[in-house]
């Protein structure tokens, strides 16, 4: 077990829906990241938060957004679903000033648009 | 062209072979090399971390880098069927923040 956790663990939804995802990170950690993992395109960095504020954007569609609150949970939203969104979303967790490229993976959020 | 390119496999192999991983990369800035497994339906988890070129061992797992090359290798010793899994190398620059690039992962597959 990681400690970072992850919320819905499924989701099923149509097209142009609206879902969001949660993720607590480990205990004492500031930064949380999101992933996108899909069959073609492997583990695609989306976004990385730290103590609340937005540090790195990769390739995150306008569609979605995300944001870490205060008691340092972050939630992934993602709008005007496409069957192309369907894919493993990971939230990851690591230790301020971490360099050593450890991240901590929750289990992930599995969304399949119909 | 992707940053990082890795076999997807499969890659099987009897129990008690020496695998290989390999990873090559074009962005010569990357500095920290690791390699991660993912077991089905699981989150990754951080096996080996590199930092530029040379060999790092632990256990029955020896992570070599070489930058000269742009090339990096996970070799396992003595391979278990519980080393079944997908094996994604990552690496980043030294002055981004923590994003990672991933390969694609090798899946492997221990059969005993």
């Known amino acids: 077990d990681s400690g970072v956790t992850q919320t819905p663990k499924h989701l099923i939804t149509a097209t142009g829906q609206r879902v969001t995802l949660r993720c607590s990170p480990r205990?004492?950690?500031?930064?949380v990241y999101w992933y996108q993992q899909s069959l073609d395109q492997g583990l695609q960095f989306l976004i990385h938060?730290?103590?609340?504020?937005?540090?790195a954007k990769g390739n995150i569609l306008e569609r979605f957004s995300a944001q870490q609150f205060p008691d340092l949970h972050s939630e992934l939203n993602l709008s005007s679903l496409e069957l192309g969104d369907s894919a493993l979303y990971f939230c990851a967790s690591s230790l301020a000033g971490a360099n050593t490229g450890e991240l901590f993976f929750g289990e992930g959020s599995r969304l399949t648009v119909l | 062209q992707k940053e990082v390119e890795q076999d997807p496999g499969p890659l099987s192999v009897p129990e008690g072979a020496i695998v290989s991983l390999n990873c090559t990369y074009s962005?010569?800035?990357?500095?920290?090399f690791m390699w991660y497994r993912q077991y089905s339906r699981k989150g990754p988890e951080l096996l080996m971390y590199?930092?530029?070129?040379g060999n790092k061992e632990d256990g029955r797992f020896t992570a070599q880098v070489d930058k000269s090359s742009k090339y990096i290798s996970l070799f396992i010793r003595d391979s278990q069927p519980s080393d079944s899994a997908t094996y994604l190398c990552?690496?980043?620059?030294?002055?981004?923040?923590?994003?990672?690039?991933f390969g694609s992962g090798t899946r492997l597959l221990v059969r005993p």
């Open positions: 990552a690496m980043k620059r030294m002055d981004s923040s923590y994003k990672l690039i």
């Open positions: 205990s004492g950690d500031l930064s």
């Open positions: 962005n010569s800035a990357f500095q920290y």
């Open positions: 590199t930092y530029s070129s």
């Open positions: 938060y730290y103590n609340g504020e937005e540090r």
